[in-house]
């Protein structure tokens, strides 16, 4: 009966003997080959991602020569950016102490005409006056160089019926009271 029950157990085939733990190798082999198969999913999807993020990224797609300008064709204080210099305020003031304080530099209020000075616009965050102004009488809005505001410069959002603007981020201006204080911007083309 012992016998019996033996060689119900043994079973004699052609192939490779087997033991009894071989039958809990293969769910484990199993087991392994789905977690290498996830975790190279896994590092495939972070590599895709993280190309993805820096395609996207605003600060990959504006031009490298960013710098301080010590040294560089902008005086001593400005940033120099393509072929502009550019002055950041820390004082606040109201619209057209802001023009004369970039007027007595040799400079104007920051204009967006150019690609470049858009690509620029694309790193600043906070509230600073633009050399934009409203028409007198109009809903039309002018560079203080004259020029027109063109649509694909810019958008200005009308929240206090203002007629001087600062830029807040995004393509994005507000129009305000030009005796409001702000920071403000000033640009001049590079020697």
Known sequence: MFAGRLE?????SDGP???PQDHHLAPLFLVRLIAVAMAIRFMVMVAIWTTVFIL???HQEVSAPF???GGAPCPEDWVYYGHTCYY???ERKTWHQSRAACLSQNSSLLRVHSRERQDFLRLIKSYHWLGLVRIPGSESWRWDDGSALQPHQLTVLDMQNGTCSVYSASF???AESCLASNTFICMREAV
Do not use: D, I, N, Q
């Open 172 to 174: 994005k201006a507000y």
């Open 88 to 90: 950041f305020s820390k």
């Open 56 to 58: 996207a990224s605003p």
């Open 17 to 19: 003997v087997r033991g």
């Open 67 to 69: 710098t301080e300008a």
């Open 8 to 12: 119900s157990h043994l079973h004699v």
